[in-house]
């Protein structure tokens, strides 16, 4: 068995948290390659280090003095440093970064070496090799990650080796320089590095015990997800669940690795296990709701609409010119509603209305605003009658007027438009409903 752990930020935030990181490491002779974060917050007021290091590049690019800035990220690394009582010195390393950044390196550059430090500090504590992933992840010319070409090197790098750190969070491009993936990328690496050596398992340790059946800020203290697939944590994620990048299981599930999130302050929870397809049944009929507000819709009528041939498309095409994506389009006879979101439309929505008139010519047109959308999914719910039913009643039952109807032919998932005062009120009474009184 061979694992790839990696640890985000607030489990490297201090030299308490390194601690720990270490004794889940020693703790199972599998976990043989180790991704790491750059430190992040150790209280809530606290900042990321990636957070100054951009705000400390921001000043060398207008020309200003960033020594105390570069100082007060050298101190973050020296305190854990010498909380872990390691013989390591980063001096040379922050003369070289401070050169970089008067040289104008770029923020990619800058914003790597929160991951590229904590890298060098977390192989010296484990007395592991340490892997630059400027050598191994590559990026092509036009931005894009090369998965292909990064899968093979890293592979060939890591042959052999039993243990290694490898950085987290950004590559480089053919010709060295440093690019890095979008901000919470490191859950990236870490999956690369398990596709790479075909590692059993993709542990992902965090600061919470895996993914909840539903947002905690909206249901107090909501049962946890034991067994989740990857394409029902995608449904949940676009709608706003985030514990894991949404990029992270691509490179795995090109190779059927599980991921298991797991809470570096609580490493005896088992956490959630992220698989491609599973037996097992969720605990509820559903595996998780959640949600987003700011949607509009506009509503679009046509008499004997349903026998125009292309007339979806015309509608589509006004969107489409204005570069605005679009989330759902439920349809009647003569009406068809698209959803999209408010803050992206609000600006171009004159342009779409007047290219709509133009193209398609409908008989009404109608924009409305503040809607919510919420995805009840789950993999339990194909061929199960009644559940639309629960979820309907429930929502009558609370007085929750829904305003869309969405259910994919998956069956994975149901989505609900509601108005978005009534966004907090739905999601506890579906809630309720599968789960509560489950319990
Ligand atoms: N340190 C980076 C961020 O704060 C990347 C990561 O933690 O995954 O976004």
Same mark, same amino acid.
């Given at each position: 068995m061979s694992k790839v752990v990696k640890f985000g930020g607030s489990s490297l935030a201090d030299a308490k948290q390194f601690q720990k990181v270490g004794d889940i490491i020693r703790a199972d002779e599998e976990r043989h390659f180790v991704v790491v974060s750059a430190p992040g917050k150790r209280s809530g007021s606290d900042t990321k280090v990636t957070d100054m290091l951009y705000s400390t590049y921001a000043l060398a690019e207008e020309g200003k003095d960033f020594g105390?800035?570069?100082?007060?990220?050298?101190?973050? !690394?020296?305190? %854990? %440093?010498?909380?872990?009582? @390691?013989? @390591?010195?980063?001096? #040379? #390393? *922050? #003369?070289?970064?401070?050169? $970089? /950044?008067? &040289?104008?390196?770029?923020?990619? !550059?800058? &914003?790597?070496?929160?991951? !590229?430090?904590?890298? %060098? =500090? +977390?192989?010296? !504590? @484990?007395? *592991?090799? /340490?892997?630059?992933?400027?050598? =191994? =992840?590559? *990026?092509?010319?036009?931005?894009? *990650?090369?998965?292909?070409?990064? $899968?093979?090197? =890293?592979?060939?790098? @890591?042959?052999? +080796?039993k243990n290694a750190v490898i950085s987290g969070f950004y590559g480089a491009y053919e010709n060295g320089k440093i690019k890095t993936f979008s901000r919470g990328g490191s859950d990236i690496t870490g999956s690369i590095v398990a596709r790479a050596i075909h590692a059993d398992v993709y542990e992902n340790w965090t600061d919470v015990s895996g993914f909840l059946v539903a947002d905690p800020r909206i249901i107090d203290r909501p049962q946890p997800i034991e067994t989740i697939t990857y394409t029902e944590l995608r449904e949940l994620a676009y709608m706003g669940a985030s514990v894991l990048h949404e990029d992270a299981i691509f490179p795995v599930r090109k190779e059927g690795i599980p991921i298991n999130i797991r809470n570096t302050n609580r490493p005896d929870d088992s956490g959630t296990w992220i698989v491609e397809s599973t037996a097992k049944k969720s605990s509820y009929t559903i595996t998780g709701i959640a949600g987003k507000k700011g949607f509009c819709c506009v509503n679009i009528l046509k008499d004997m609409m349903n026998s125009e041939v292309g007339f979806v498309r015309k509608v589509l095409q006004a969107f489409e010119d204005q570069d605005i994506s679009i989330e759902h389009v439920p349809s009647g006879i003569d009406t068809m509603t698209v959803f999209v979101a408010q803050d992206e439309f609000i600006d171009k929505e004159q342009a779409v209305v007047s290219e709509i008139h133009r193209l398609a010519k409908p008989d009404l047109l109608e924009i409305e605003s503040d809607l919510a959308l919420i995805a009840v999914v789950g993999r339990g719910m194909k061929r199960q009658r009644g559940t639309a039913a629960r979820i309907f009643s429930a929502l009558a039952h609370v007085n929750v007027n829904c305003r869309m109807i969405d259910q994919g032919s998956s069956e994975l998932n149901i989505i609900i438009g509601v108005e978005n005062r009534d966004f907090e009120k739905a999601i506890k009474a579906i809630y309720d409903i599968f789960v509560v009184t489950q319990l």
């Open positions: 105390k800035e570069l100082a007060a990220i050298e101190a973050r !690394y020296n305190e %854990i %440093i010498k909380g872990l009582k @390691l013989k @390591l010195s980063l001096k #040379e #390393e *922050f #003369e070289k970064i401070e050169k $970089n /950044f008067k &040289a104008k390196a770029g923020s990619d !550059y800058a &914003a790597s070496r929160g991951e !590229y430090l904590n890298g %060098i =500090v +977390m192989s010296a !504590y @484990l007395g *592991f090799e /340490f892997i630059d992933p400027a050598e =191994v =992840v590559l *990026f092509d010319d036009d931005g894009t *990650f090369d998965a292909e070409i990064t $899968n093979r090197r =890293v592979a060939k790098r @890591l042959a052999g +080796m």
